[in-house]
């Protein structure tokens, strides 16, 4: 008598890759012949906020997944439903209809991923079909690194401690290759490997795209971008990371918010250059290795504190803030026309490019919230929507750190001026001039302030730059005082 054939199904979301993937890795060991599938929700992007250009970077990519799993003898599907609602029916419908028995998949720890797929695994067992997640997305999994009463950090430096201890004591390397077991000729013929047509016409029907080629998907050229910046530019990282006008960052955030790069693979990729790289210390490698902490600090926070995913701000008591809302001044921030120069190249990098430098992301984020008085949500959805590595853990977490709301987060009373900011990070305004055209003519004495250069005053040389929106002086003075009420207002209600 035959045994029976154990069929298996990987769902994928947000780890594009058969490289170092947990849950196809099992589902590949424990299965006779896999089946993968993608779900497109069209509906659950546009209320997410999600990027036009990291819908397209996700479309191309969906073509070389289906390459490396046709090569694997894997195919994959790719379904479009309205939301995460219709998710559960429709991958009940194809499991039956491949007579799948064990659906496998990464976990995702955002609050309406969580719901759904609880849904989706009481929907399955229901009909006897088993659901399977795993933890993939961090390198620690959420709720490893805890204090010694047992509870999350909320501080980022007692838990990246925590966390580099946690890492030591575990095998931390990126799983073993998947070997082809199958041809894709053994499959039913319902079921083909997806072409890059079939696609492209799928996903560009029913929500925007914007153009992501900047951005390379296959395989090796993600490979080597990893390999490049551990090789030639994390030695300086330290040094560089903050001056925009330098390429010194990795620039590898897009492939990790999507899940083409795995964080296990990204720390692999760096040992052999620094082998002594994850012992604290204020070089490069340990401070490139920190941002990557910094990320999964976010995520053990988003699971340990749920509210964080659901428009909550992580102090209570910033709630009592009186945000002001002023459609004309949010769209001069915006557009990258509020007359302070890192600020408007910042944002028109974000508009022209889908990504903005790290640091820039601060100073915008401080501009909005301290300067203007503009709710934190409100720029969190801006970047959201344009941001090729748009990740709600890491764009939350960054926010609410800018705003004063979140943990561990900036204190209120500090408030960014942009314009020593500008003369900090781009001090000859390289960067400045590359994004704001208006400022090529202006000299670097007056990059950060054109508007005090004399010959703009006296030859109308900046007509079209408008002068700043806000006196910063004033504006520091009222967010201090304003944030610093709200929160002594809190604390004399808990009293």
Known sequence: MNRHKRKGLMWFRADLRTVDNTALSSACSRSDEVHAIFIATPMQWHEHHVAPIQIDFIRRRLVVLSEQLAAL???????????????????????????????????????????????????????????????????IPPGDVLTQKGDPYKVFTPFRREWIKVYRQKDQAPLPRIEPKQSVSDHSSSVNPVSPLTLEGLLTLTYPTVDSMAWPVDEEAIR?????FC??????????RDTPSIDGTSRLSPYLATGMLSPRQCIAALQPFFPDGIVEDKQGPFCWLNE???????????????????????QPW??????????????????????????????????????????????????LTKD??????????????????????????????????????????????????????????????????????????????????????????LLDYPLPIVDHKQARVRAIDIFKTAKEMHQDTAT
């Open 318 to 367: 910033s709630r009592r803030l009186p945000w002001l809302s002023d459609e004309a001044l949010l769209a001069a921030w915006q557009q990258g026309r509020t007359g302070f120069p890192i600020v408007d190249a910042a944002m028109r990098q974000l508009l022209h490019t889908g990504w903005m430098h790290n640091r820039l992301r601060m100073i915008t984020a401080s501009f």
């Open 231 to 240: 090789e030639d530019k994390v030695r300086d990282y330290h040094e560089d």
């Open 224 to 228: 080597q971008r990893l390999l490049m």
């Open 372 to 461: 203007l008085l503009i709710h934190w949500q409100v720029g969190e959805q801006w970047f959201s929507r344009h941001l090729i590595d748009g990740d709600l853990a890491s764009n939350n977490g960054g926010w609410q750190w800018a705003s004063s709301t979140g943990t561990d987060a900036q204190p209120y009373f500090r408030v960014f001026n942009p314009t020593t900011q500008g003369e900090k990070v781009d001090p000859k305004g390289e960067f400045i001039r590359t994004w704001v055209h208006e400022l090529q003519d202006v000299p670097d004495k007056y990059i950060h302030q054109p508007h005090a250069w004399p010959e703009a005053v006296q030859g109308n040389v």
């Open 292 to 314: 990557i902490i910094w990320r999964e600090f976010y995520r053990h926070l988003m699971v340990a504190f749920p509210a964080i995913s659901r428009n909550q701000p992580f």
């Open 73 to 139: 003898g894997i195919p994959l599907s790719v379904i479009e439903v309205a939301d995460f609602d219709a998710v559960p029916d429709a991958i009940l419908s194809f499991a039956n209809e491949q007579q799948i028995d064990h659906v496998y998949c990464n976990k995702q720890y955002e609050w309406n991923e969580i719901q759904r797929d609880h849904h989706v695994g009481q929907c399955l067992l229901n009909n006897q079909i088993k659901f399977s997640a795993f933890d993939d997305q961090c390198v």
